[in-house]
């Protein structure tokens, strides 16, 4: 008996692992603003780091055995490696857990890629972290006076630019969660909290790896006046995500009063600078967030 075809397995792309905007540029489609699929990211020993399956997330290639779940969000959820998601495998058996993060990614695209992959594929769960982005801290610029020019003059005046990444963040999240109900959201962690925020923290950033090191806020200069917006921001969002799903009757996970550092003995212990987890705290963040949506996985159908 003839055995029956089988697909052919999917090419992958290899590349080396390298912590450059270079290596954002072998994942990303910026046409898409999307994760390019069939990539695998290896170390310079050759040992696979993580990789893209053929949808366009990182984790394994599709199981059709399982219920598929996705996790959304921007670096938080990316995170180094395979990422945390991917450990909640292992905690929800009959489930496969892929990552949907995405580097630097702004609400808005998270919000549009998740909804576009729902329409074209059966997600039993999506997980929704609404990342940090865009952060737009307040700037001061100067501009020149239009009468005086018109004088020949040169007189300036400073304008203060009051931005806010936050501003539709009710009503884009509220239209989401109404077309996509089976969904969880996430409050954001950060390791600053009310009683360190207006003091000078320069003194405890630290070089090292993500396990050893502590720095600021990737490339940003420190600064005490973005730490300050950077926690408001970030208190604003996690205050509105609050608001909608509450309103709406759509369960979050508060991943910020989670990880608390305001009584911590060291706000640096689950933290490698202000927004990212250490790779030695994705464990409890996969418990955490598992913790939070077991009653609302279903047995096998």
């Not at 997980?127 to 006076?145: C, E, N, Q």
């Amino acid at each position: 008996m003839t055995p029956p075809p089988t697909e052919p397995p999917q090419l992958r792309e290899v590349h080396v692992v390298a912590e450059s905007d270079v290596f954002k540029a072998l994942y990303l489609d910026r046409e898409r603003m999307a994760l390019r699929p069939n990539l695998t990211f290896v170390d310079r020993r050759g040992e696979i780091i993580f990789e893209s399956n053929e949808l366009g997330l990182k984790g394994d290639p599709l199981d059709p055995g399982r219920k598929l779940a996705v996790v959304w969000g921007d670096s938080v959820a990316f995170s180094a490696g395979r990422g945390w998601p991917c450990l909640l495998d292992a905690l929800a058996p009959g489930y496969q857990f892929l990552n949907g993060g995405i580097d630097g990614d702004p609400y808005v695209n998270i919000l549009r890629r998740a909804r576009e992959f729902n329409r074209q594929h059966k997600v039993s769960l999506n997980v929704l972290m609404l990342g940090w982005h865009p952060f737009l801290p307040d700037r001061v610029v100067r501009r020149s006076r239009p009468w005086t020019r018109l004088i020949g003059g040169s007189g300036q005046v400073e304008l203060r630019l009051n931005r806010t990444g936050n501003r539709n963040l009710g009503e884009d999240l509220t239209a989401f969660l109404r077309e996509l109900p089976n969904t969880v959201v996430l409050t954001m962690p950060t390791a600053l909290n009310p009683k360190i925020i207006a003091k000078n923290l320069s003194g405890y950033l630290i070089e090292g790896d993500d396990e050893t090191g502590f720095a600021f806020l990737g490339y940003i200069p420190y600064g005490l006046a973005i730490q300050r917006q950077g926690f408001d921001h970030i208190v604003e969002r996690n205050g509105i995500t609050r608001e909608v799903c509450t309103r709406l009757g759509i369960p979050f996970i508060d991943l910020y009063a989670a990880f608390d550092t305001e009584n911590a003995a060291d706000f640096r212990e689950h933290f490698r600078d202000i927004l990212h987890i250490r790779p030695r705290s994705y464990g409890l963040t996969a418990r955490l967030v598992y913790d939070g949506i077991k009653d609302l996985l279903s047995g096998p159908d």
